[in-house]
């Protein structure tokens, strides 16, 4: 099913409220409004009591000044365009990441670990930028429109994720080590060896991002259908640590495969673009609270709410499926043992007294 991105304009307190919300529940924002959506195309009604308040008026002004003045909402495109935008935001953050702290570095400090790290901002991982961003910039060029719709979208979030790595691991030594240099009064540089080999691990995960690129390029849409869902499903779980969400997301994958051809269409079309995009959603903060030394007991349990609610959707759903199929076929074959009844063709319900 075919996604787009919804821009709208909400008030900065609000969002901000929200967002504090949803990370309580471990969930995102866009998560959230996903789940808002999919119940009011559902129930055809909005899920909460709406009743009239001061702000209305307001509310309303400033709907008809967007209407007034052509700038509402607007719908673009999702999938390529917003990996495309992302992807240009993160190279625009490293370049000026690498350029704050390569400025920074002082003549005064002297040493191997200070000049490794001037090389390393100002050469090896800008020239390695460079290549990343003129790579993107082919990649999103005209010419490959057509190519890129062929291609697994899959794997260049993939590769999406590993720069935005990247892009916060600088942003966090920029915050650091510019400080650092500059209230330095040493003119040694070895206590700043922690920080290069922070960068020198940036640099590899540099190299990791070409074959992921290679993988993408060699891809091809993996399109829908059961092995499409568990692969979706595998991926999202890579980066997870916790080991019995791994052994429930095993049985789901187990549940797809053995149920899925048996789904009624639009239940599968269902399970595929909401329910599994959520699954993602809860399965990728789980990751990143692993990932940061957070408290993961509360983001593994709504992971495990996620998998029930497919696993129930998946056998639910099949078996009702199952069941109509053996009534619908006991039905066919009463109705031919009537038919060639009335026919004569056989005694049917008809017994001769002896």
Known sequence: MAQVMVNFRIDEDVKKSMEKACREM???????????????????????????????????????????????????????????????????????????????????????????????????????????????????????GKMLKKKDASILNKYADGLSSIAEELLDMEHTLVPAMKSCQSTESDGFAPYEQRLTAVSRSFDELAPVMQQFLNSTDCGSGPQSVRARIERAAAPVETPYVHTALENLEKQVLRYWEVLEEQTAARLESDYLQTLEFTLRELSRAEREGEETSGKAALCLRVINVLSQVLSDGGQARQEWSRRSLEAEVEALERLAAMRGDIAGSIRLEE
């Open 26 to 144: 471990g969930l995102s924002m866009t998560a959230a409004f996903t789940i808002f959506a999919t119940k009011v195309g559902k129930e055809k009604r909005i899920p909460f009591e709406i009743t009239a308040g001061p702000s209305s008026a307001s509310s309303c002004q400033r709907q008809c000044h967007y209407a007034g003045t052509g700038c509402a909402p607007e719908e673009e495109p999702q999938g390529l365009l917003q990996t495309q935008k992302q992807l240009e935001r993160l190279c625009s953050e490293i370049r000026q990441s690498l350029t704050s702290i390569h400025t920074a570095v002082p003549s005064s400090i002297t040493g191997l670990t200070m000049e490794r790290i001037r090389l390393l901002c100002g050469d090896e991982l800008k020239d390695k930028a460079q290549g990343v961003s003129a790579a993107c910039r082919t990649l999103f060029s005209e010419r490959n």
